[in-house]
Nanobody, 121 residues
């Protein structure tokens, strides 16, 4: 199972970016998909998660600004980031939990490579 993230970049304060992360590898189902971030000198922290039923969970710091969604047919998770702040600057990592493949292999958790988000004027 591989995760390919995209969509990071530079945005001005108050601007928007949309991250995408596509999972591949003969996937049958994914339980939870999510985004985490890690700023320099800080620990990796949860941004948002979404389960297979569509229930979402957000860090307090991003509530009402970020929206997570997923396309189960494409095994892809999205993070729409609006009203960006300088403190949102970090490497963003996608994460999947509970992956079942078509060849009956089970992956408890996988991480994608980080995509950098920089918010600066």
């Amino acid at each position: 199972v591989q995760l390919q993230a995209s969509g990071g970049g530079l945005a001005q304060p108050g601007g928007s970016l949309r991250l995408s992360c596509a999972a591949s590898g003969r996937i049958r189902s994914i339980n939870v998909m999510g985004w985490y971030r890690q700023a320099p000198g800080k620990q990796r922290e949860l941004v948002a998660t979404i389960n297979s039923g569509g229930s979402t969970n957000y860090a307090e710091s991003v509530k009402d600004r970020f929206t997570i969604s997923r396309d189960n047919a494409k095994n892809t998770v999205y993070l729409q980031m609006n009203s960006l702040k300088a403190e949102d600057t970090a490497a963003y990592y996608c994460n999947v939990v509970g992956v079942m493949t078509t060849y009956s292999a089970y992956f408890a958790q996988q991480w994608g490579q980080g995509t950098q988000v920089t918010v600066s004027s």
